[in-house]
């Protein structure tokens, strides 16, 4: 059996509600980080952990998307003809790094339902999810570690993190029993539950190690939270018959699905670039006491 995964699979056609009214003709998945769109990270997590090939599942209004992981001629000529090679090459490392595909996801039916849409890319192969709303700030990359525990045994693994209580209901939560240091084997998992429903503070991040039998699972299931079709429903189901993982990574995790997680996501970005960390500092200092920046 091959340990191996390099297909990964980026959902991206979510209309991004969370974040109106910037993303009523932005893609949320476009919003920068300091000067790099937040899909950027994932993608160049997904890259640096061995994958070779990524589906995005878009929707309308996710053109931007697909021009962003293009070479953009004119522009490149502009660069050159001026002399700005560094930037060019730049811009152009990321569209080079990968093969990328589309597929469209036709109708806002839930992230499971995204995910189905793979199917035909994905073929009998185990593949990974990313989730563009997390991004995780790791020395390895948060899905290199989870790649490290399917090459020593082939499962199901899903990211996750300790979230204070009275954020459970954000998130998808599971219920597992630890049984190596950071490694849980999971038993029970509910989307979105109240504090009352949740079985643990343990919440699902967005990095999925899959295999393709979760199609079949998808399609027969009945819509959960929010009228959706959930992956995490699906994940429940499947657990009758396989066993999954939930992989507490090593790392920082940033959301950026929300405005304030955006917010301070951006703000801790610039801290951590060399360029802007001592600007930064000062500016937020004055800022906090009061002063003009
Ligand atoms: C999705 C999943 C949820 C998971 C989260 C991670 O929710 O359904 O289980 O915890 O991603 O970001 P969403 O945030 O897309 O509503």
Not at 135 to 150: G, N, W
Not at 160 to 177: A, D, F, L, T, Y
Not at 247 to 262: I, L, M, N, P, T
Request: a negative charge; one cysteine or more; glycine letters at 8%.
């Amino acid at each position: 059996m091959d340990n191996r995964i390099t297909k990964a699979v980026i959902p991206v056609a979510g209309f991004g509600t969370r974040l109106l009214p910037v993303t009523k003709t932005q893609p949320k998945e476009m919003l920068p980080l300091v000067d790099k769109p937040a899909v950027q990270y994932v993608v160049e997590e997904a890259v640096a952990s061995g994958i070779e090939s990524i589906l995005f599942v878009t929707g309308r209004g996710k053109r931007a998307i697909e021009d962003y992981f293009d070479y953009a001629v004119e522009l490149e000529n502009e660069l050159h003809n001026k002399g700005r090679e560094k930037l060019l090459e730049e811009i152009r490392r990321v569209v080079d790094a990968v093969d990328i595909y589309y597929v469209r996801q036709k109708l806002p039916r839930g992230l499971g339902d995204a995910v189905l849409r793979a199917r035909g890319f994905v073929g009998d192969e185990a593949f990974a999810i990313l989730l563009a709303d997390d991004i995780v700030v790791a020395e390895k990359p948060c899905l290199a570690q989870m790649l490290e525990l399917y090459a020593e045994e082939p499962a199901l693994y899903l990211a996750v993190m300790p979230v204070p209580h009275e954020e459970v209901s954000q998130w998808g939560i599971i219920k597992g029993r630890e049984i190596a240091p950071s490694l849980y084997e999971v038993e029970d998992l509910i989307e979105k539950p109240s504090l009352a429903e949740a079985p643990s503070n343990l919440a699902i991040v967005g990095r999925y190690l899959i295999k393709p039998s979760l199609f079949a699972i998808i399609e027969n299931i009945a819509p959960g939270k929010g009228g959706e079709i959930q992956l995490t429903d699906a994940l429940r189901e499947i657990l009758r018959k396989e066993r999954i993982y939930a992989y507490r990574f090593v790392g920082q995790h940033f959301g950026v699905g929300d405005k304030e997680s955006y917010l301070k996501a951006n703000v801790a970005f610039a801290l951590q670039r060399e360029e802007f960390a001592a600007p930064m500092r000062d500016f937020l200092r004055k800022l906090l006491e009061g002063k003009e920046g």
